[in-house]
């Protein structure tokens, strides 16, 4: 989500006649967009702030702002630390954006909105919600991005038909609880299933859905529908029904492993990543256990795990922390280390078949390799026969897939 806001902020400067400065030294003003997520990653944006002091002070000319959550999270008690700040604007604040910059633009407000947000030539990301009404007990997203709120489908319509028109052949549809996404009569599923009528759109992705709104229509369009990728970015946070209940995540294990279930005896290469914490305020060592079980029934293809981050605000900061910050970490190292065996043997399923992938970009490694995504959301090394056709980014390649280098998938073109 902060990449597509990212990305929409920086279409509309583009737009409106800026451009990107070829470093941050010749820079006229410096954005900042900021995520509040864990404290780890506020610090994080605060140290990378703190290195423009300098070349604020020393220039007349340069304004730096700060967007996004954190933005919202700590607001003007953020100048505290950082008082050489131009401005500071939550993620519902880009609107002002023009106003700040130059008051001529303000007539422009709109065009914030509407403005088509291309991250690259070959994908789109396309928000269709915003905000999030779950209140999963450890959470600062909610008070930082609000209520939810559903886009017109006419509008994502719209936005995607003109991503298509350009040549873009694959769309991924954004929301904090995606699959949530309903319009008067429209639901997540019939939405997609339109998205997939658009012309020129061959691959279609969502994140993140939420396991709650695993309808039985929305099971049924992804199975019938080809053009929507078989992957799926599920977090799960928990594997024990005691912790899941505490998050207030409004499932348990069993909900869970049913999608797993469902999908995968559809097709058992049907990728599903997901999201962990480990060291919850009270998990025990059997709850903690019951996660790394998760994971081996659950066979995901990776995931992204965290150690427990208490939010200010959040109900789950007022519960005491009893785990110790070493075994927190223990915790969190023993489920990185059992996934990497599981995201391995994921992996090496994929050897000796032929899969459509869609080429991104060369390797930064090597330019005569080409870097590419399965269906089902694996990266694959691409050898060298195609390097000399810059031009096919996005195109869509048969790929003999041969190997599994690391956690990354190795191929060679099939025609
Ligand atoms: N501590 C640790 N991880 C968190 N996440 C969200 N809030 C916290 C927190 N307070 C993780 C969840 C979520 C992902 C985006 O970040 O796993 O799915
Ligand atoms: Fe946060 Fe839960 Fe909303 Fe996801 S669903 S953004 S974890 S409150």
Redesign the pocket.
Known sequence: MNEYDSARVAAFLEFNGWFPAAAAEKADMILVNTCS?RAKAEENAIARIRELRKLRVESGELRVGILGCMAKNRGESLRKDLPFIDFILGPDEYYKLPEIINSQLSTLNSQLELFAKLTNNYSAFVAIQSG?????S?????YV?GMERYREPESILKEIEAAAAQGVSEVVLLG??VNGYRFKGLSFAGLLRQAADVKGIERIRFI?P?PKHYTGELLEILMGEPKIAPHVHL?A?SGSNSILKKMK?QYTRENYLSIVEALRSWNPLYGITTDIICGYPGETEEEFEETLSLLREAQFDSAFMFAYSSREGTPSASEKELITKQEKKARLQKTIDLQSTITLERAKLMIGRTERILLEKPSRKNPNEWVGKTGNFKKVIVGATLAVAPTITGAYINCKISAVQGHTLRGTIND
């Open positions: 997520v999030c009404n779950m209140r999963c450890y959470c600062i997203v909610p991005r904090q609880t993140s939420h977090p946070q995540r």
